[in-house]
């Protein structure tokens, strides 16, 4: 006969199983709802070509290009700064008062809407820096918009790292800076890469940020610098979807755009986990 405290884990684990399920049902739900009225869009013609007729014929290659230059750019302008921040935090910041500030206030700045990077990004980069509408002002709104999440996992990563490691190599007569170089970032590589994938589908899927500082309704051109501005894949789908004037033909587009957007997530995220899987092998050899 069950007693009290099993009858009330296997309640628990039942409820756990119910959320899992009725989680899992409402992602393969959107997923095939995209896949279904996305793929039939879904050509060489429509990722290779620009738009035609404001939208309602060709493809959306400009915004592909556009979307893969603020993402990669945004990410490696924010990677090395988190990880910096992240190395202060947990190696050098004192005293204990001003570090719990520190990570409180970056905590804080990782759960702010994203809207309110975007009026940043437009205040700083775009009107007081006059970087103006342009990938550089969109890159760096959307850096900011994910330093917090890299500071965080970096951190986290940097603490798993074993602490024999840190002595091992301090007794051994390595300084700090070595140590943090040479065993601690090393250790901790294949979590910070979590962070990195986490980054890029966070930036590459942000309309509100790149509304005032980057993106364009249409244009047919490709960039040719960081000073111009772009099409990129989510605006894109928010203008089809909020201001298309030929809902027949640019809804089925924006659903092809967004199975686009989708697949561009899960290639680069995937890349990531490859060399994630790559770096933990060689340290199992």
Known sequence: MMNMRSIKQFAGLSALNILTFLTASVLFIFIAIILYKGFGVLSWE???????????????FPAIVGTFWLTMISVLISLPFGVMTAVYLTSFARPYWFVRS??????????????????????????????????LSG????????????INN???????????????????????????????????????????????????GETAPILFTAATFYTRRLPNS??????????????????????????????GTALVLLIFVILISSTSIYFRYRIRKKREW
């Open 154 to 204: 970096t951190e986290e990563a940097l603490k798993t790292a074993p602490p024999e490691f840190r002595d091992a190599s301090l007794s051994l007569g390595a300084s700090e800076r070595q140590t943090i170089l040479k065993v601690l970032l090393p250790a901790a590589l294949p979590n910070i890469l979590t962070g990195v994938i986490l980054a890029v589908g966070r930036v590459a």
């Open 226 to 255: 960081l000073s111009d501005e772009v099409m990129a894949l989510p605006y894109h789908i928010y203008a089809l979807m909020t201001e298309g004037s030929h809902p027949d033909k640019q809804v089925p587009i924006a659903y």
């Open 102 to 135: 520190l990570r409180v206030t970056i905590s804080t700045l990782a759960a702010v809407p994203s809207i309110i990077y975007g009026l940043f990004g437009m205040a700083v980069f775009v009107i007081y820096f006059g970087f103006d509408v342009s990938i």
């Open 46 to 60: 429509f990722v290779s070509e620009s738009p035609r007729k404001f939208m309602t014929e060709g493809g959306i």
């Open 139 to 150: 890159s760096l709104t959307l850096a900011v918009l994910v330093l917090p999440i890299i």
